[in-house]
């Protein structure tokens, strides 16, 4: 499947940028990271496997994926 990364900015910096993997795609969007990416995919019509935050998710995030089904690992 698709590999995507968000930030909690509107998009990746150069530096976040640099050290993605190759196959990985860089998304955009406000607010947080998770919320970008569960919202992508619902946009695109995708199912979301799994999130890999870099921290912990703040509580409407974690709420959020739960709701969806979407495991965070840690």
């Not at 406000?30 to 919202?39: F, V």
């Amino acid at each position: 499947g698709d590999v995507v990364v968000a930030s909690s900015r509107q998009s990746l910096t150069s530096d976040q940028r640099a050290v993605m993997q190759k196959g990985e795609a860089a998304i955009s969007g406000p607010g947080h990271a998770e919320a970008t990416i569960m919202d992508y995919a619902k946009a695109s019509g995708k199912t979301v496997s799994e999130i890999a935050p870099s921290r912990p998710p703040c509580p409407s995030c974690a709420a959020q994926a739960k709701a969806d089904g979407v495991p965070l690992k840690k």
